[in-house]
């Protein structure tokens, strides 16, 4: 099939096809949002999708359409945890054997859910530190072994059964009396907000469509301003679920022409949203699925008080080891949370000065360690401060200036920085 066949009726028989197979999520109401957005913000809770993830609906209608012969070689595909769940899913219910590729970073809840999902229909291969050498690795096994690559995003019939989203959103909100104003959607490689954008275009033109990379991730930003899908020379895997190197060629194209906006919500941001999900809204989301939200605190002023946003929280395979991470990134995001290098006198007293002296109320230790112990003159020590509010940082630097100790702010992302935390 070719990027012209991706087409509006083509999502409502992908529709069709995953009615009784998919789970028809929740399209809720969110006051914390809504408060600060000044509109009403409706979550499509993908996090209660099968497998916890949007993609399964792509992947499931992929591989239904294969026929005979293409099954009896089995299928292959490269993901970062979510589009591999939906493969071994469709393996173990159509009964057909599968190989799954996934990087290193991805986290053990879902490489776990992908055995359990598939079981004697799947096999899982750990290869590479990103996504883009697993797909690599897939597709020359692919080419060796007749298997069937299964796209985790620039195929057509993977994009339509992933446009299926706004099919359920548009039915959800009509019956809930919502008029949509705009539709924010995680963005990897990008076909989801293509799926989602071919079906929009046609039957609910006046939707504002805005897709949200991880600025760390942003190739589709990247491939946007050079008119092309593009490598980028850098992937930060944290949101492990959009850490995509290069845009597929299928969704730059849709999304080149029917997607009104994409932007880049940083890392930091991300978690802070993801806390906030868990701690107020009580919805557990991995880090891509917090992108959408994230951005739509940004539309405040933007969209009128008597119609919707809606935000896609695309999955919710996060692995709980990871939240002392996120909150640590949440923090330092917030300025609430900085690092430096103090440079304490070997003398008596040195460490009640810079407690009494430098620090004051709201501004406390979490982090002490000696980075040299055998100089007898100076001791420098790594020092991380909590503050309570992020305007207290001023008064701080300044006492830190006015001591008689070197100290030196450890900056998020510098080698030093990286070194010890």
């Not at 990247?222 to 060629?249: I, K, M």
């Not at 999900?277 to 940004?298: K, N, R, T």
């Amino acid at each position: 099939m070719t990027s012209e066949q991706l087409t509006a009726s083509g999502v409502d028989s992908a529709a069709e096809v995953l009615s009784g197979i998919v789970v028809t999520t929740p399209l809720e109401y969110s006051p914390r949002l809504s408060q600060t957005v000044g509109a009403r913000v409706l979550l499509k809770r993908e996090n209660r999708q099968v497998a916890r993830s949007y993609k399964v609906r792509g992947a499931f209608h992929a591989i239904q359409g294969l026929d005979e012969a293409e099954r009896a070689r089995g299928v292959v595909c490269a993901s970062a945890g979510n589009h591999a769940q939906g493969v071994a899913y469709a393996c173990a219910r159509l009964g057909i054997m599968g190989r799954v590729y996934v990087p290193g970073n991805t986290p053990r809840q879902k490489r776990q859910r992908i055995l359990a999902l598939g079981g004697e229909f799947v096999e899982l291969m750990v290869v590479g530190s990103s996504y883009d050498e697993a797909g690599a690795a897939a597709k020359e096994f692919a080419e060796r072994s007749g298997a069937v690559f299964i796209h985790a995003f620039n195929d057509v019939e993977t994009i339509l059964g992933q446009g299926t989203v706004a099919v359920e959103v548009m039915a959800q909100a009509t019956e809930q009396g919502a008029k949509v104003h705009t539709v924010v959607v995680p963005v990897g490689g990008g076909g989801l907000v293509a799926g989602m954008a071919v079906w929009l275009r046609e039957r609910h033109p006046h939707v504002r469509i805005i897709g949200v990379e991880a600025a760390g991730a942003a190739c589709m930003t990247a491939a946007l301003e050079a008119g092309r899908p593009v490598a980028l020379e850098h992937v930060d895997t944290f949101v492990d679920g959009a850490a995509v190197g290069v845009a597929g060629q299928r969704p730059f194209e849709v999304i080149r022409d029917l997607v009104d906006e994409v932007v880049t919500v940083v890392e930091g941001a991300v978690c802070t949203e993801m806390l906030e999900l868990y701690q107020v809204d009580g919805i557990i989301a991995e880090p891509a699925g917090a992108l959408a939200s994230a951005y739509a605190l940004q539309l405040a002023g933007q969209v009128p008080a008597d119609e919707a946003v809606v935000c896609i929280v695309s999955g919710g395979n996060n692995d709980v080891s990871r939240y002392s991470e996120i909150l640590e990134r949440s923090l330092i995001h917030e300025g609430l949370r900085h690092y430096f290098m103090v440079t304490f006198p070997q003398e008596p007293g040195a460490l009640r000065y810079f407690l009494e002296k430098v620090l004051s109320e709201g501004e406390d230790i979490v982090l002490f360690e000696y980075v040299k112990k055998n100089n007898r003159e100076t001791g420098p020590a790594l020092v991380g401060l909590e503050l309570d509010r992020a305007d207290r940082l001023a008064g701080l630097l300044s006492r830190m200036e006015e001591s008689p100790m070197t100290i030196e702010q450890v900056p998020p992302g510098s080698p030093l920085f990286d070194f010890f935390l």
